[in-house]
């Protein structure tokens, strides 16, 4: 069974930083292209930020030049550095493949930007 347990979420200020980790087993890492997602109360989840397995990366418009997707094939890890975070951030955060994730979700990270 695929596996997905992300880490790294907390409360932060505005214009803070935070650098969140999925941990990914029983599939092949180094292949899939993966994502970020997250999702606030009340909304969609969205895609933030995708990474193929060769590194080419590609974001949402809201978090264009202040988000890096980044990956570590050797250790099935993937990682988001948040900078200059906004309190329209706050979010619980998934990983999962892209663009067609699994149906079964991890428990995600939440992310809280406030005052």
């Known amino acids: 069974q695929v596996h997905l347990v992300e880490s790294g979420g907390g409360l932060v200020q505005p214009g803070g930083s935070l650098r969140l980790s999925c941990a990914a087993s029983?599939?092949?890492?180094?292949?899939?292209?993966m994502g970020w997602y997250r999702q606030a109360p009340g909304k969609e989840r969205e895609l933030v930020a995708g990474?193929?397995?060769?590194?080419?990366?590609n974001y949402a418009d809201s978090v264009k030049g202040r988000f890096t997707i980044s990956r570590d094939n050797a250790k099935n890890r993937m990682y988001l550095q948040m900078n200059s975070l906004k309190p329209e951030d706050t979010a619980v955060y998934y990983c999962?493949?892209?663009?067609?994730?699994?149906?079964?979700w991890g428990q995600g990270t939440q992310v809280t930007v406030s005052s």
């Open positions: 999962n493949i892209y663009p067609r994730p699994f149906g079964s």
């Open positions: 029983g599939m092949i890492f180094s292949i899939a292209t």
């Open positions: 990474i193929t397995g060769g590194g080419t990366t």
